[in-house]
Nanobody
Framework: QVQLTESGGGLVQTGGSLRLSCAASGRTFSTSAMGWFRQAPGKEREFVAAISWTGANTDYADSVKGRFTISRDKAKNTVSLQMNALKPEDAADYYC??????????????WGQGTRVTVSA
């Protein structure tokens, strides 16, 4: 299993930027694609971005394409999400997890506590 700790959230104005970080431990991290997911109040958790285990391939939800960039540092066991041009609809709790396609990898363990992003109009 993998342990996940997200950080970097906060309050930002529309059009602003934030950089989220996910620290992961466990063997799964080094051999798995990793994804970022988000959940807004009253909504289901949704896919945001994913990166292959090599870091060579990335995938983004249409709603964030061109504004968000996912990256990973395998040496440091971290995955980052650079978020630019933030919109109020980006406000949510953000989570990282090992992923398969656009879904969290089954049986990866437990979600971390997430990091909250608030975007003011």
């Amino acid at each position: 299993q993998v342990q996940l700790t997200e950080s970097g959230g906060g309050l930002v104005q529309t059009g602003g930027s934030l950089r989220l970080s996910c620290a992961a431990s466990g063997r799964t991290f080094s051999t798995s694609a990793m994804g970022w997911f988000r959940q807004a109040p009253g909504k289901e958790r949704e896919f945001v971005a994913a990166i292959s285990w090599t870091g060579a391939n990335t995938d983004y939800a249409d709603s964030v394409k061109g504004r968000f960039t996912i990256s990973r540092d395998k040496a440091k066991n971290t995955v980052s999400l650079q978020m630019n041009a933030l919109k109020p609809e980006d406000a949510a709790d953000y989570y990282c997890a090992p992923s398969l396609g656009r879904n969290p990898l089954s049986s990866f363990g437990s979600w971390g506590q997430g990091t909250r992003v608030t975007v003011s109009a």
